[in-house]
């Protein structure tokens, strides 16, 4: 027993010995060092610096890449960087954000706004979630970038947290905590030019009984206003005016689908939407409209691609890929104001 006691003693004495830091390396970058991170392990060490540098080192304190990041005409600073577990880098330098892959530092997406103040903002480095520049805070999906959420408010560059299906979000001098609970879906639309659709509704397109048809124009009605979307109405409150932010996807959620842009009047327009396949009834087949995006400002309304044969005979200009003109001694053929003569 005294054996097995002092076996212990010794034991416990081992395990207790303080074990001291040192200094492994160190690194001049010759110019101020405004952010830092590292990665779950701490096997990558990302450093960014005022000009708009950013570095990425071994845990033996080799370079592995660096890239510079300084937005034309803002700050070039880095102000934050975080490491996520999933390879990602979330780097906010001056009015922009980057999410790049944190082994190699490719960009994987980008989205910015020289107009706004780059001063203050936060950024979740466990998800998606972006508190961007004073009163914007967004929900952005990390594969596409696109915002799914938005929020306009007196947020003044609070703090955010969260995985991205859920987000805490504080206000600058603000008391309260704000919980947002957001569905991330994989089959959302991509962003063009960094900002994706807020919004999207679902159509169910009854089967034929004429048999399986494919590439079939459909009418789709939207409405901007409040209002039940069912069958072919959708309404979209938050849609633009002139209805140039609508879009229409395959039963993908992602595919876009040719579509016309047939008339507008007042806050209903009608769509000619040409459907990929529509099955046989009883059978069934989805799509999905989607509108509000920033950047989506002019439609994409194509009304060749949903018709066999079309022409709206308003540029003064015979379309011979399409028309072959025959006259007589004195004949004419024109086109005018929309007419073919």
Same mark, same amino acid.
């Given at each position: 027993? !005294? !054996?097995?006691?002092?076996?212990?003693?010794?034991?416990?004495?081992?395990?207790?010995?303080?074990?001291?830091?040192?200094?492994?390396?160190? !690194? %001049?970058?010759?110019?101020?060092?405004?952010?830092?991170?590292?990665?779950?392990?701490?096997?990558?060490?990302?450093?960014?610096?005022?000009?708009?540098?950013?570095?990425?080192?071994?845990?033996?304190?080799?370079?592995?890449?660096?890239?510079?990041? *300084?937005?034309?005409?803002?700050?070039?600073? /880095?102000?934050?960087?975080?490491?996520?577990?999933?390879?990602?880098?979330?780097?906010?330098?001056?009015?922009?954000?980057?999410?790049?892959?944190?082994?190699?530092?490719?960009?994987?997406? %980008?989205?910015?706004?020289?107009? /706004?103040?780059?001063?203050?903002?936060?950024?979740?480095?466990?998800?998606?979630?972006?508190?961007?520049?004073?009163?914007?805070?967004?929900?952005?999906?990390?594969?596409?970038?696109?915002?799914?959420? =938005?929020?306009?408010?007196?947020?003044?560059?609070?703090?955010?947290?969260?995985?991205?299906?859920?987000?805490?979000?504080?206000?600058? *001098?603000?008391?309260?905590?704000?919980?947002?609970?957001?569905?991330?879906?994989?089959?959302? /639309?991509? +962003?063009?030019?960094?900002?994706?659709?807020?919004?999207?509704?679902?159509?169910?397109?009854?089967?034929?009984?004429?048999?399986?048809?494919?590439?079939? +124009?459909?009418?789709?009605?939207?409405? =901007?206003?409040?209002?039940?979307?069912?069958?072919?109405?959708?309404?979209?409150?938050?849609?633009?005016?002139?209805?140039?932010? /609508? =879009?229409?996807?395959?039963?993908?959620?992602?595919?876009?689908?040719?579509?016309?842009?047939?008339?507008?009047?007042?806050?209903?327009?009608?769509?000619?939407?040409?459907? +990929?396949?529509?099955?046989?009834?009883?059978?069934?087949?989805?799509?999905?409209?989607?509108?509000?995006?920033?950047? *989506?400002?002019?439609?994409?309304?194509?009304?060749?691609?949903?018709?066999?044969?079309?022409?709206?005979?308003?540029?003064?200009?015979?379309?011979?890929?399409?028309?072959?003109?025959?006259?007589?001694?004195?004949?004419?053929?024109?086109?005018?104001?929309?007419?073919?003569?």
């Amino acid at each position: 027993m !005294k !054996k097995i006691a002092a076996l212990i003693l010794l034991l416990l004495a081992v395990i207790t010995v303080p074990v001291s830091a040192g200094e492994e390396w160190t !690194k %001049s970058l010759g110019e101020e060092i405004t952010a830092v991170a590292t990665d779950e392990y701490g096997d990558r060490i990302f450093v960014g610096t005022e000009s708009g540098m950013v570095y990425c080192y071994s845990a033996a304190g080799s370079v592995v890449w660096s890239v510079q990041l *300084a937005p034309a005409g803002a700050d070039p600073s /880095i102000l934050d960087i975080r490491a996520d577990t999933e390879g990602h880098i979330w780097v906010r330098c001056g009015n922009a954000f980057y999410l790049r892959n944190a082994e190699t530092g490719a960009n994987i997406w %980008s989205h910015g706004d020289p107009t /706004i103040s780059a001063e203050g903002g936060d950024l979740s480095n466990t998800g998606i979630a972006l508190n961007v520049w004073e009163t914007v805070f967004d929900l952005k999906i990390s594969s596409t970038g696109h915002t799914i959420y =938005r929020s306009l408010g007196s947020y003044n560059n609070g703090a955010i947290s969260g995985d991205g299906t859920w987000a805490v979000v504080t206000r600058q *001098a603000d008391p309260n905590l704000y919980l947002y609970s957001v569905n991330l879906p994989d089959d959302w /639309i991509a +962003p063009w030019s960094g900002f994706g659709w807020n919004n999207r509704v679902s159509h169910t397109i009854a089967g034929s009984t004429d048999g399986a048809l494919t590439n079939y +124009p459909v009418e789709i009605t939207v409405i =901007r206003g409040a209002g039940s979307s069912s069958g072919s109405t959708v309404y979209a409150p938050d849609c633009r005016a002139d209805f140039a932010d /609508i =879009r229409f996807t395959a039963a993908d959620g992602v595919t876009h689908i040719p579509y016309y842009l047939e008339s507008v009047n007042g806050n209903t327009a009608t769509f000619l939407v040409q459907i +990929p396949a529509i099955p046989a009834s009883p059978g069934t087949t989805t799509i999905y409209t989607y509108w509000e995006c920033r950047t *989506a400002t002019t439609t994409t309304s194509d009304p060749t691609a949903v018709y066999l044969l079309y022409d709206d005979f308003e540029d003064g200009v015979i379309d011979t890929d399409q028309w072959t003109p025959y006259t007589g001694t004195n004949g004419v053929v024109r086109e005018t104001g929309g007419y073919l003569e």
